[in-house]
C-alpha cells in the first residue's frame, strides 16, 4: 500500500505537533511506501536527517510553501499559525491532482495539524481519506480564567466559542463525516467527532505517541540517573499557553513552602503566557525554586526528564501529550488536572490526576500530593516504576503500527463512504 501522508508540521528537532508528524512518517515508513507533503520550512532540516537505508527507499517527500514570516507577540504569532495554515492548505490543494497523478497513492492521511476546526480538502478524489489523530474539543473551564493572563483568557473564551459554532462549519462536518475514517487522540475527543459524524463507524481512539526500542533505552537509561532521595525536582514542557495551567502549579508550590515542602521547579517552555509566569512566580517569592527554560533537545532533554521526580503540568486540555509520557517513560510521576488525555492517562497506580473542582481545591490538590510525595520516597519510588511500565506496555511501535494498519485496512474497504447529507 502507498500512502500519501500531508503533515503540515512534520520535523526532526521539534516537539509537539511537528514531532507527532515526524515520527508518523518514520513509523510508517517502516511498513509502507509513504509520500509525505509537508511546509517549504522543514525542508532543510529533514533533507539533513540521516534516515537508515530501509526507511530512505519508502520515504519521500514534496515541499510545499514558502518560509513564513516570524512574529515577535507571541499571541499574534499564535493566530498567525492558522492563518499560515489555511493558506498551505490551499496550496496544497493547487497541486494536489498533479500529486496524485504522479505518486498514484492507495489512501490520503492528512496528520497534521491534529485539530478538527479545520475541514481538510482531500475528499471527492476517489481515494479513501484517513484523517488524525485529532484533538481539541476539550473547553477551559470559565472558573478558572482568572488563573491565566489577560490575553490568555480571551484567547480561552474565544476557543471556548470556537467550539461550540465550529461543528456546524460546512467543512468541518463535510470532513469528519467523508473521511473514510477519523482517528482522535483520547475518548473524549472521539465523543465529540461521534456527534458531529453523526455514528460511531469509522471513529478510531489511538495516541499519536509511539515510542521505538531505541527510545524506550534512551529514556530508560535518562531515568538511571534519577536520586530519588534528593530533593524534590519538577519538571513541566510544551508550548507555554494558558490551558496549560502553569500558574496554578506555581501556586502549589508557594503553598507547599509554607507547609515545609521546598520543589525546585524547571518549566521548559515558551510562549505568549511566560512573561505572565514570570511575574507570578517572582509575586510567589519562587525566584530561586523556579527556573524558565526555552527548551531542552537531544540528550540534555532525556537528562532533564531523568533528573525530574515530577512531571507538575495541570493542563485542562491535551491530545495525545508527548511529554508526558516521554516523562513518565523517564520515571517521572505525573501530577496533573483530571482533564482531556492527561487525566485518561494517568491513573492511581501511576501519579496524580485531580479534578478541576474549583481552582482552590486543585492548587490544593497539587500541592497535597508533591508533598506526599517528598515525604514518602518509598511511594515515589514505586509510582515511578509503574509510569515506566504503563508507556512499555501502551505505546510500542509495533503496537501502534499494527493498530494503524487495520485502520488502514478498515479506510480501505469503505472507499471513502460520504456520510454527508
Not at 269 to 277: A, K, Q, R, W, Y
Request: glycine share 8%.
Amino acid at each position: 500500500m502507498k500512502v500519501l501522508l500531508i503533515a503540515f508540521a512534520c520535523h526532526p528537532e521539534i516537539g509537539s505537533e511537528s514531532a507527532a508528524g515526524w515520527k508518523l512518517a518514520l513509523n510508517l515508513a517502516g511498513q509502507y511506501a509513504v509520500h509525505v507533503i509537508t511546509q517549504a520550512e522543514n525542508r532543510d532540516a529533514i533533507l539533513k536527517f540521516r534516515f537508515d537505508s530501509k526507511i530512505s527507499q519508502n520515504l519521500a517527500f514534496t515541499f510545499i510553501g514558502s518560509p513564513p514570516r516570524s512574529y515577535q507577540n507571541r499571541m499574534i504569532a499564535r493566530i498567525m499559525s492558522w492563518v499560515i495554515y489555511f493558506k498551505w492548505l490551499r496550496e496544497v490543494e493547487a497541486r494536489l491532482a498533479e500529486i496524485l497523478k504522479q505518486e498514484q497513492p492507495d489512501l490520503i492521511h492528512h496528520a497534521t495539524i491534529a485539530t478538527w476546526r479545520v475541514g481538510i480538502p482531500w475528499l471527492g478524489y476517489g481515494i479513501p481519506v484517513v484523517w488524525g489523530p485529532l484533538g481539541g474539543a476539550a473547553t477551559f473551564p470559565a472558573r478558572f480564567l482568572g488563573g491565566l493572563s489577560v490575553s490568555g483568557a480571551f484567547f480561552e473564551v474565544f476557543r471556548n466559542i470556537g467550539n461550540s459554532v465550529g461543528r456546524f462549519i460546512p467543512s468541518v462536518k463535510r470532513s469528519c463525516r467523508g473521511a473514510a475514517a477519523v482517528i482522535c487522540g483520547n475518548k473524549a475527543d472521539a465523543e465529540f467527532i461521534k456527534k458531529i459524524r453523526g455514528n460511531i463507524s469509522g471513529v478510531h481512539v489511538l495516541s499519536s505517541v509511539q515510542f521505538s526500542a531505541q527510545e524506550f533505552e534512551r529514556f530508560q537509561q535518562a531515568s538511571e540517573i534519577k536520586e530519588p532521595d534528593a530533593p524534590l525536582q519538577a519538571f513541566a514542557g510544551g508550548i507555554c499557553i494558558g490551558s496549560k495551567g502553569i500558574q496554578f502549579a506555581l501556586e502549589a508550590l508557594a503553598l507547599a513552602n509554607e507547609e515545609g515542602t521546598r520543589v525546585s521547579f524547571t518549566v521548559a517552555s515558551f510562549g505568549p503566557e511566560l512573561g505572565h509566569l514570570k511575574k507570578v512566580a517572582s509575586k510567589l517569592g519562587l525566584q530561586s525554586q523556579v527556573r524558565f527554560h526555552a527548551g531542552f533537545q537531544g540528550i540534555a532533554y532525556e537528562e532533564i526528564l531523568g533528573k525530574s521526580h515530577v512531571f507538575l503540568l495541570p493542563s485542562f486540555r491535551e491530545g495525545s501529550p508527548r511529554t508526558i509520557l516521554e516523562a513518565m517513560l523517564a520515571g517521572a510521576v505525573p501530577v496533573v488536572c483530571r482533564a482531556s488525555a492527561q487525566g485518561e492517562i494517568v491513573d492511581d497506580k501511576v501519579g496524580f490526576a485531580i479534578p478541576p473542582t474549583s481552582r482552590r481545591e486543585l492548587v490544593r490538590g497539587l500541592t497535597d500530593a508533591l508533598i506526599l510525595l517528598d515525604r514518602d520516597r518509598e511511594r515515589l519510588k514505586k509510582m515511578s516504576r509503574f509510569a515506566q511500565s504503563k508507556v512499555l506496555a501502551n505505546n510500542r511501535s509495533e503496537s501502534f503500527l499494527q493498530k494503524m494498519g487495520s485502520i488502514y485496512q478498515e479506510a480501505f474497504q469503505a472507499r471513502e463512504i460520504n456520510h454527508c447529507n
